[in-house]
């Protein structure tokens, strides 16, 4: 059986969503983006104590609701001190390596508005008496080697709200979206394409009605330890929950990116509902594609981590495959359509 969903509008998703600022905790402008789309297939939209956005969609029947979530935070910096000569030295939230991003235009979200900077490490034509000097020699970058400079002096920032605790992200020109062949590229593909995976089901949804209710969650803070889902999934009336989320494609998992999505059998947190992956593999199938296993380490989904709270009996991941997670990231086309293709498929016919 051969679902069809809508790729234009999928896709279209995903662009719009990639260059929204939303670091952790600190996701007002995702919130109100989330909000709007999730608005035009759904009148059941509201957002939990811990900053979740959730729909609830009526099925066919009720007794077994299901959670799908993806979440809406990104992984980004934060103002650790604001130092004399109006250098920022950062530190980050969640798993951003300095050696990902680089150099690189940052903004800065500070209380009226964004405030553009540079995360720098200083000038290359020195020697060990600079910065720049050790790392010129093959030292590890780290965070303590750079700074974001605006070129503003420390009381300048004051004036501005800059201190610590403000949040800085990658600059909005960068985040948008890049194509090359069949591949979509871009800062926060994690988890910005698992959304619109979840919006596009929503609009399926509601012209063929689930087997069950479902809720769609988009979480807040996944990227700090998946707290909004365990908060969300602690208090709905659900006992499985299926993250979708990008999945890292590598050697040493088997893993490729291709157009078949990753079924991840066990992460940092715990392992996944082998019957729910079963009958994934089954649906997979018999919709003209395959699915990838994999066991995974330094990775955990909201559904995993839930799971691993007890707030929920079932966790199961459908990740599309991406390279260069964390990073500057690269997923097959193919491998968010159809996970999409696939979220569907189960909502219509989970494991029962």
């Keep these: 059986m051969t679902l069809s969903i809508d790729e234009k509008r999928l896709i279209s998703y995903v662009e719009r969503l990639l260059p929204i600022h939303a670091p952790s905790g600190f996701e007002g402008e ?194 700090i330890g998946g707290q909004g889902a365990a908060y969300a999934l602690a208090h709905l009336p659900v006992d499985t929950a299926i993250a979708v989320d990008i999945a890292p494609a590598a050697e040493e998992y088997g893993t490729e990116n291709s157009g078949n999505p990753i079924l991840i059998e066990k992460d940092g947190r715990g392992v996944y509902h082998a019957a729910t992956n079963r009958q994934l593999e089954t649906l997979a199938r018999a919709g003209g594609f395959d699915v990838q296993k994999a066991v995974v380490t330094s990775y955990a989904s909201d559904s995993s981590i839930s799971r691993a709270y007890g707030h929920v009996a079932r966790a199961a991941l459908i990740g599309y495959p991406g390279d260069n997670t964390h990073g500057y990231e690269i997923c097959s086309r193919d491998g968010i359509i159809n996970t999409t293709r696939l979220l569907l498929a189960y909502l219509l016919n989970p494991v029962s």
């Design 30 to 223: 995702a919130d109100t983006a989330v909000c709007d789309i999730m608005r035009t297939f759904n009148d059941a939209v509201w957002q939990d104590p811990s900053g979740n956005i959730i729909a609830h969609i009526k099925g066919r029947k009720n007794d077994a609701p299901i959670a799908v979530i993806s979440h809406k935070d990104e992984i980004s910096m934060i103002v650790k001190r604001v130092e004399k000569d109006g250098r920022l030295r950062v530190v980050p939230v969640g798993g951003l390596h300095p050696w990902a991003i680089g150099e690189t235009p940052v903004e800065l979200l500070a209380d009226k508005e964004a405030v553009p900077g540079v995360l720098s490490v200083g000038a290359k034509h020195v020697s060990q008496a600079s910065p720049a000097g050790k790392l010129k020699e093959g030292a590890p970058l780290t965070w303590e080697d750079m700074w974001v400079d605006c070129k503003q002096s420390a009381s300048e920032l004051a004036e501005l709200g800059i201190r610590a605790g403000t949040r800085v992200c990658i600059a909005r020109h960068r985040k948008n979206l890049w194509q090359i062949g069949s591949f979509l590229c871009g800062y926060n593909l994690d988890c910005r394409a698992g959304l619109a995976a979840l919006f596009e089901v929503g609009h399926q949804l509601v012209e063929t009605p689930p087997a069950q209710d479902v809720y769609i969650i988009a979480s807040e803070s996944e990227e």
